[in-house]
């Protein structure tokens, strides 16, 4: 595989196994062609058809496999090789039903969909282990075959089965060396007469109410799957080659698109299982086309491996009903994800299936097969795309703000939700973890200020990398990691918080002193009261008003704290107050410790606020540069390529052009502007058209 300094991948998912003739015709040798014309280096074959090439026990073919395989070499495309094992074939679930998922009601799952098995069921592994040989051994081989996908979109599919609670009841005989007393005390079991006595009367767990146990399970759970990529790791690792590389599809918070952290996977633990991280990032389209759901999905990413490129293995063309893109839309979308440091992108998937579940989930070429416009369009950006690769190629980014993000935070805001303390389910839905983590993510992306992810157990030594951290609804904050924030703070670092952060340690057990635990004496504000602000607005004051735009939205939603002062603690930078008839005090505050500082925003603002705020703690910091002088207009993701050259890239998210002044100059590398490879000189003035892509390498920053 050629080195992504000087490479991208360009391709999408085939199945030859779905793919009908027309009239007769063979499609192979036509989509092979209409590939390459496109600019495709690359297909992903084999996920999801283990009961075509495995149709028996210990019986495979490889027909569909070798043909595609073949065809590919034929035409120069490089092959990823999906493992089998998210879909069970049917003689499986026959033979062995007890490899299907036990649900939260605790009853069995009926055989049909995919992912609704127990990952860790005897027969489900050795089947699995069988037919991931038998593939891996039959296609490592072949010249053209660069990687192994392990599964897809991996995750603990909610199983309650006997065996998963078995096994997790002797996790916590070993975390708590045996200690009954021990484990009651942390859970809090003696709630409710839910105290456990002895080990063989632990409770089935699909009806608990107890959210410390619950939240217990969940963080064993998202063990079993890091657990099940390093199994297929291990096997994939017997046959493939040196230069074969090893990746995992990870996928978010589903909202009809990626939303946010996926509760299911740690997925900063499972990258210890992949060489290269992958990523499946969907996103509304058409007018609700914002570039959102693409950057923080490759923010994600790329941090799995510590700023290593990353490849997008599954992203939408056509999509499903109104995700059809505007002209344009395609290949700025294509562009939003070398912006963030992939080192390529693919489609799922090539050709529109013709019948079943995702008959309307459209590729990138219809049911006609023809070269419609979206495929036309991603011709262009393959032509693109291998003409420019020597400036285009292997964007690295150092960025200097961090978020952390915190599965078990998300868990414990399920059981104890932002909106009524109770679990979302009972209570309704309401906001939940990943509405936090989006408030703030998405104020920075519209301010332009770029992040990567880290964490909760994060180490000091990483996070001192950063000049300004932020913490969004950080729930569920361990002694180390409140260690950690504070020696951020102390070694300069400017931490932001937020509401509902250092509530409960990793037992989610509050805390008995004020909130935010371990913090508040740095804030030199605590609170123990909080309620819904209903009719409350925000009264802005000193740095934060003289940022605010005029007539910006100042009421709350969902959730406020209310602060009151550490004793001592006299020099807190109050920068919004409440507005109320009852409630008074500070919602937004800042305080400088040494060189650093501490920014706590206890309600839940609006956008605006809240993109005012941290646009205010970064230019405190020193993080901000000229990308922020045209936000509002452009959003610009930047870094260096391959070469070891500055590049950035200017997208318009909307229909309508823009006229802006270059802060910066750089050479015009993709022509937009007119020629290819012109320099524009900073200060130009320049109109970009709508859904545009300007990518300007060598600008100073």
Do not use: C
């Amino acid at each position: 595989m050629t080195s992504s300094a000087n490479r991208l991948l360009f391709g999408a998912a085939y199945y030859d196994e779905y793919t009908p003739a027309s009239a007769g015709e063979d499609r192979l040798e036509r989509d092979m062609k209409m590939m390459v014309e496109a600019g495709f280096t690359t297909i992903r074959i084999a996920e999801f058809t283990w009961g075509t090439w495995n149709p028996a026990p210990s019986v495979f073919d490889f027909t569909h496999v070798d043909r595609a395989i073949d065809a590919a070499a034929a035409h120069g495309l490089d092959v990823i090789i999906g493992t089998p094992t998210a879909a069970v074939p049917t003689w499986l679930a026959a033979r062995h039903p007890e490899v299907m998922g036990v649900n939260a009601h605790g009853t069995a799952n009926k055989y049909g969909p995919r992912q609704n098995m127990d990952i860790t069921a005897p027969a489900y592994r050795y089947y699995g282990e069988q037919a991931i040989r038998a593939l891996v051994a039959h296609t490592a081989p072949r010249d053209n075959v660069v990687g192994f996908q392990l599964d897809n979109e991996t995750k603990y599919y909610d199983a309650y089965n006997a065996d998963i609670q078995r096994a997790f009841v002797d996790w916590l005989k070993e975390r708590f060396n045996g200690d009954l007393d021990a484990l009651n005390a942390a859970y809090g079991l003696n709630y409710w007469a839910n105290r456990i006595n002895a080990w063989e009367e632990f409770p089935d767990l699909t009806q608990t109410i107890n959210g410390s146990l619950a939240a217990a399970f969940d963080f064993f759970r998202r063990s079993l799957v890091t657990d099940f990529l390093l199994w297929q790791r291990a096997i994939v690792d017997e046959y493939r080659r040196e230069d074969q590389f090893v990746t995992q599809n990870f996928d978010y918070e589903w909202r009809g698109y990626s939303f946010g952290i996926q509760p299911a996977v740690d997925h900063f633990k499972a990258a210890e299982a992949v060489t290269l991280a992958g990523v499946d990032i969907y996103h509304p389209t058409e007018d609700q086309l914002t570039g959102k759901e693409i950057a923080f999905g490759g923010d994600i990413n790329r941090s799995l491996k510590d700023g290593a490129p990353y490849l997008v293995l599954e992203t939408e063309a056509q999509g499903q009903m109104g995700w059809l893109p505007y002209p344009g839309q395609l290949r700025l979308q294509a562009y939003s994800h070398l912006a963030s440091g992939a080192m390529g992108v693919m489609y799922w998937h090539w050709g529109s299936i013709h019948n079943s579940f995702e008959t309307y989930w459209k590729g990138l070429v219809s049911q006609d097969y023809s070269a419609n416009p979206t495929y036309l369009e991603a011709a262009r950006f393959g032509a693109e795309i291998k003409e420019h690769a020597a400036s285009l190629a292997g964007l690295a980014k150092r960025n200097k703000i961090a978020v952390m993000v915190s599965n078990e935070a998300y868990t414990a805001l399920e059981w104890f939700s932002i909106d009524s303390g109770f679990p979302r389910q009972v209570s309704g839905g309401g906001a939940n973890y990943n509405d936090v983590f989006r408030l703030v993510y998405d104020a920075l992306f519209e301010a332009n200020l770029e992040a990567d992810i880290v964490p909760a157990d994060a180490p000091a030594e990483r996070l001192a990398r950063y000049d300004v951290l932020l913490a969004p609804a950080l729930y569920v904050t361990p002694e180390q990691t409140i260690a950690n924030l504070r020696a951020f703070v102390s070694g300069g670092g400017h931490l932001v918080t937020t509401f509902r952060t250092a509530v409960a340690d990793e037992n989610v057990q509050v805390f008995t002193d004020r909130q935010p635990h371990g913090l508040s004496d740095l804030l030199g504000l605590g609170t123990d009261q909080f309620t819904r602000p209903d009719g409350v607005q925000l009264a802005p004051t000193g740095a934060l008003a003289a940022t605010l735009p005029e007539g910006a939205d100042l009421g709350l939603a969902h959730f406020m704290e209310l602060l009151t002062p550490v004793e001592g603690a006299d020099d807190v930078e109050v920068l919004a107050s409440y507005d109320h008839h009852a409630w008074s005090g500070p919602a937004i505050a800042t305080r400088a410790v040494g060189s650093g500082s501490i920014t706590h925003l206890a309600a839940w603002a609006s956008p605006e606020v809240v993109r005012a705020v941290v646009t205010l703690v970064a230019e405190r910091a020193g993080v901000t540069d000229w990308a922020g002088q045209l936000a509002g207009q452009v959003t610009v993701r930047k870094g260096v390529n391959g070469a070891g050259r500055p590049l950035a890239y200017l997208l318009r998210y909307s229909h309508e052009p823009v006229t802006l002044t270059l802060p910066v100059g750089g050479t015009d590398v993709l022509g937009t502007l007119g020629e290819v490879g012109a320099v524009l000189p900073a200060g130009a003035t320049v109109t970009l058209p709508g859904w545009g892509v300007l990518a300007l390498e060598g600008q100073q920053a």
